[in-house]
């Protein structure tokens, strides 16, 4: 079965400081993988997703994701915080080869002004 | 363009009630998806549908969970009798096909007591 990993429930930065959240997954077959934010008592928004194309996917809001096959990591970026970027963000991965998401448990982002 | 709608936006019952909610999602989308979203983890997939058919329902509780799509466009999510531990946000979401994008709904807030 597919499945990720969000590694840390909480991730506090500056606001100007380089945003990392951690997201590794287990997928027998090539996988679709997306980052969704969800802002507090809003639905999920995509900001990117991979669907083995090129392996560093830009997506919204200054957001980037690389994908790295041999680390089995989908890590998101973004060079410089912003206070309007904490919100929760969670990683997931298509189940089935499908662009059905599976969710991991969701990281919390804080910026800290 | 509309989004995915959802009602009502909260709800708060007694153990043993039961509860509906309804979602109405993007004009021309196909493919429906109700997830459940436990405070703290990340969303569980209850059911999908194509259309007015069901895809995958394998991780409803069938025994209290019910979901329907009748004409293959609005559809709801009904639990009776209700448990403390159905307490969570219930997150629709739809596509335009299997393999396409999921767009989410803002979520309903169910809290039991």
């Known amino acids: 079965a597919q499945s990720v990993t969000q590694l840390g429930s909480h991730v506090s930065v500056s606001e100007g400081a380089l945003v990392l959240l951690r997201c590794n997954y287990s997928s027998s077959v090539p996988p679709y993988l997306f980052w969704y934010v969800q802002y507090p008592n809003q639905g999920l928004q995509l900001l990117l997703k991979?669907?083995?194309?090129?392996?560093l996917v830009k997506g919204i809001n200054g957001f980037e994701a690389e994908f790295k096959k041999s680390e089995t990591s989908f890590h998101l970026t973004k060079p410089s915080a912003h206070m309007s970027d904490a919100a929760e963000y969670f990683c997931a991965v298509g189940s089935g080869g499908s662009y059905i998401p599976t969710f991991g448990r969701g990281t919390s982002l804080i910026v800290h002004p | 363009e509309a989004g995915v709608a959802q009602s009502p936006r909260y709800k708060i019952i007694e153990k043993r009630q039961s509860v509906a909610f309804w979602c109405n999602p993007i004009?021309?989308?196909?493919?429906l998806y109700w997830y459940q979203q436990i405070l703290g983890q990340g969303p569980k997939l209850l059911i999908q549908?194509?259309?007015?058919?069901?895809?995958?329902d394998s991780q409803l509780p069938k025994d209290r969970f019910s979901a329907e799509r009748l004409k293959g466009v609005d559809s709801t999510l009904k639990i009776q009798p209700a448990k403390l531990e159905d307490s969570a946000v219930y997150l629709c979401?739809?596509?335009?096909?299997?393999?396409?994008?999921?767009?989410f709904g803002q979520g309903t807030r169910l809290t039991v007591v």
């Open positions: 549908f194509q259309n007015n058919g069901v895809v995958d």
């Open positions: 979401a739809s596509s335009s096909g299997l393999n396409t994008e999921a767009f």
């Open positions: 004009s021309g989308h196909a493919t």
């Open positions: 991979y669907t083995s194309a090129a392996t």
